[in-house]
């Protein structure tokens, strides 16, 4: 089977998440281990072998919107820049 079909299936198994349900399932477990949310994400991601599958989505979900919204823009904010030449 090709690769991209396994990504695909993957992709599309179970039911789909909300970003803001993925962040209450973090939350949550986190809460419930006396973590902070950090703390929680690191345990989550040390231990994807025992935790629910639910937990698994909502930690990969969270780390890809947390990837996205760290990575490097093109052009670097420039508060000196001129506007309207």
């Given at each position: 089977m090709p690769t991209g079909v396994i990504i695909d299936l993957y992709?599309?198994?179970?039911?789909?998440?909300?970003?803001k349900t993925a962040c209450q399932i973090v939350q949550d477990f986190a809460d419930s281990r006396g973590l902070g949310l950090l703390e929680?994400?690191?345990e989550m991601g040390d231990h994807?072998?025992?935790i629910s599958e639910?937990?698994?989505r909502a930690y990969r979900m969270f780390?890809?919107?947390?990837?996205?919204?760290?990575k490097p823009v093109d052009e670097p904010y420039n508060p000196y820049g001129t506007v309207g030449s």
């Open positions: 992709a599309n198994k179970g039911a789909k998440m909300e970003m929680g994400l690191q994807l072998d025992y639910q937990e698994v780390m890809r919107a947390g990837r996205e919204m760290m």
